[in-house]
């Protein structure tokens, strides 16, 4: 009689050589190419928090130099979530989303198809206090339309981690979710009255200085019913052992017995349930060295984003954004996404910034440092915003 496979993983040399055996090759993960509608594209927006119209009303959109709706950049994530979960390997073994690195070539639109295909990059054994011997893995994974036009790359490493072993060390046993006073939560929603969109005004590559700071951003308090929206829209498709979360009791048995590591008992019931559950459950959280329910850490790469293309607005373009999860995001933290410009330079005939960001919870901690390369506009003829 069938039965959900073994929870119990390890990590051994055998396990990181046959993994290292999968370098360089390319796959496809689930439906090859995903057909992009307009209501996928605003649930993505709003389940980010994302609240400009470029990305949420068609009407608007058409009065754009886009001449219509598009997506966010970071809507490539719904397609094939940027992490190295869809690898595989190391059965029973957790994974932790690490951080991102995405280059944006192109905008998507209604009726546009893009497929992903990813490789593994490179492999390499770690230890750290969180989890002892653990297991750095990255991927590449290259998202193309229809028409074969290359839309976005990207790379989402991880880090394979024995649960037990993170459970057991405890790093973050002592950390306790904190209470708000009402004049902590007032300061919260002026900040949310008080978000900045460029929208239609151009901002122009001469007139941005270097040291100048982005106007905040600000998520939170994380509640659960952001994670599981959040879950939904993008980036919950994978769990923590690469196997499907989407389906339910037919789909979700299937996965359990094929897929060693995806499934955890729960002490009361004694069912078997995947480890995405620790998203929003504090018990499974801490089966697997979490102090609380956390974030899908890609929000906060969305929430970076969304920093960035707020600043530039409607003419310019968000190119590369990259960042590092460095600290859990659980329910209850606020973060506070802040950035200033480091650097300009101009290459052909598109002139670009660079931009500091990260991401600070409210007990003072950066959860997130990244940063992020936008395309302006120039006020010489002749320069280029991809679009």
């Not at 439906?31 to 400009?52: E, S, V």
């Not at 007139?207 to 100048?212: A, F, L, P, Q, S």
């Not at 499974?284 to 102090?291: C, L, N, S, T």
């Amino acid at each position: 009689m069938s039965k959900p496979a073994s929870t119990i993983g390890e990590i051994t040399e055998e396990g990181i050589a046959r993994l290292k055996e999968r370098i360089g090759a390319y796959y496809r993960s689930g439906p090859y190419r995903l057909d992009i509608t307009l209501d996928d594209m605003r649930n993505h927006a709003t389940c980010n928090g994302d609240w400009n119209p470029l990305y949420v009303d068609p009407a608007y959109g058409a009065g754009t130099r886009y001449g219509g709706i598009v997506a966010h950049p970071t809507y490539v994530d719904q397609i094939l979530h940027y992490t190295v979960a869809g690898v595989g390997g190391l059965p029973g073994v957790h994974v932790f989303h690490s951080g991102n690195d995405i280059s944006f070539y192109r905008s998507m639109r209604p009726g546009d198809t893009v497929g992903p295909t990813y490789r593994p990059c490179s492999v390499e054994q770690k230890s750290g206090e969180f989890a002892g011997r653990m297991a750095h893995v990255d991927v590449e994974i290259i998202y193309r339309n229809q028409r074969d036009e290359l839309v976005a790359r990207a790379h989402g490493p991880g880090l394979r981690v024995v649960r037990k072993q993170a459970q057991a060390r405890g790093k973050y046993a002592a950390q306790q979710k904190e209470p708000y006073t009402d004049e902590e939560l007032d300061v919260i929603w002026a900040a949310y009255d008080g978000e900045e969109i460029r929208g239609d005004k151009p901002r122009y590559w001469e007139d941005v200085e270097v040291g100048e700071e982005l106007p905040p951003l600000v998520r939170g308090p994380l509640r659960i019913v952001e994670i599981a929206f959040r879950g939904h829209a993008g980036g919950g498709k994978l769990t923590g052992a690469g196997g499907l979360a989407a389906g339910a009791h037919y789909y979700q048995f299937e996965e359990y017995i094929r897929r060693a590591g995806y499934a955890e008992t729960h002490e009361t019931t004694g069912v078997s349930d995947h480890p995405h559950r620790g998203h929003w459950e504090d018990g499974f959280a801490r089966k697997i060295g979490v102090p609380g329910a956390y974030d899908v850490a890609v929000q906060r790469t969305a929430w970076m984003a969304i920093l960035a293309t707020n600043w530039v607005g409607d003419n310019g373009w968000l190119a590369r954004l990259w960042n590092e999860f460095r600290r859990f995001n659980v329910e209850g933290d606020t973060t506070w996404v802040r950035g200033r410009v480091v650097r300009k330079w101009i290459d052909g005939r598109q002139h670009f910034v660079e931009l500091e960001i990260a991401g600070t919870n409210q007990r003072g901690e950066v959860s997130t440092p990244g940063g992020a390369w936008v395309v302006l506009p120039s006020k010489h003829p002749g320069s280029f915003v991809p679009k």
